[in-house]
């Protein structure tokens, strides 16, 4: 029971099944979940994927950031009957182009050695990659901004700098 100004609101949970259709790094999948699963558990414990990771399950790590239609969305707190219809873009299909390929922000990660533990990282890597994609040319102002997951390990000087590397990559490869 929940006080909403002089108002007693009831509230109930009803255990039902959600079947939802969505495009995943470029193919339909349905899955058969509880109504109220978010998305991460979906992703994870019924599509396999488990790139993208657990943290604090209340959406202010970023480690479980996946892109929603190209916006960088915390999965642990998105219903996965939200992503109905939807595309929904993970750390494994990030690149597009298949196993040998990686995105420009992946490449940036190895040559600028950002990991060190490595968990937070697919969240973060996807969390620059919608930055990249909406402000190609990021300040510092707008990574620390725009760039709100959190690294245990203090990597965000490399983070940073592997940010503005890919930047001038995917640039390059614009002119070219």
Known sequence: MLKAGRQAVSLHVINCRAVASFNLNGRTVTVDVSGDMPLLWALRDH???????YGCGIALC???TVHMD???VRSCRINTAAAEGRA??????LSGNGEDEVHPV?????DEQVPQCGYCQPGMV???AALL????SPSDEDINSQITNICR???YPRIRRAIHAAAKSMAAAEES
Do not use: D, R, S, V
């Not at 994609?133 to 190609?136: G, L, V």
């Open 47 to 53: 599509l396999f994927l488990t790139g993208t990771k």
């Open 133 to 136: 994609a909406e402000n190609p």
């Open 153 to 155: 390990c203090g990597t």
């Open 62 to 64: 970023g480690a479980c």
């Open 70 to 72: 190209g916006i960088a």
């Open 106 to 110: 992946q490449q940036a990660w190895i």
């Open 126 to 128: 996807m969390a620059a």
């Open 88 to 93: 929904i873009t993970t750390i494994e299909g």
